[in-house]
């Protein structure tokens, strides 16, 4: 997945990567880990979930498998890739469960609280 859909940066400096459009992610649910310049947002990081690190957030209280057609979430499965909560994102990389990362869909402004070696060593598009 390539479409830029955002004048934002990813962590790597590079015009924002949409992250997935099935499922539609983002927290404004177009595709992108995008701020659109407003504070709070912290849907940053792009990541490929697996059965693991769904399971692990469900048991944090954070359930991403069940669907919630309330919400246009039909739940998450293993290989599908989400804009996750920077926090959470910690939170697996900190217990060992962190999911793989697309650095070239992930914002920039998850450097304020993630190092970029962590995230590169987590990476599916490094090469």
Do not use: Y
Not at 33 to 62: P, W, Y
Request: glycine fraction near 8%.
């Amino acid at each position: 997945m390539t479409d830029v859909v955002s004048d934002e940066k990813n962590v790597l400096g590079g015009p924002l990567q949409a992250c997935s459009f099935a499922p539609l992610t983002g927290f404004f649910r177009d595709g992108c880990c995008a701020t659109r310049g407003e504070a709070g947002i912290a849907h940053l990081v792009c990541v490929k979930v697996t059965a693991d690190f769904l399971e692990f957030s469900r048991e944090r209280g954070n359930d991403l498998i069940t669907p919630r057609p309330e919400m246009r979430f039909r739940g998450l499965k293993p290989g599908d890739r989400w804009c996750l909560h920077a926090l959470r994102w910690v939170e697996a990389w900190e217990a060992g469960m962190a999911p793989r990362v697309v650095l070239e869909a992930t914002n920039e402004k998850v450097l304020e609280i993630v190092p970029l070696e962590a995230l590169k060593r987590h990476a599916l598009d490094l090469h």
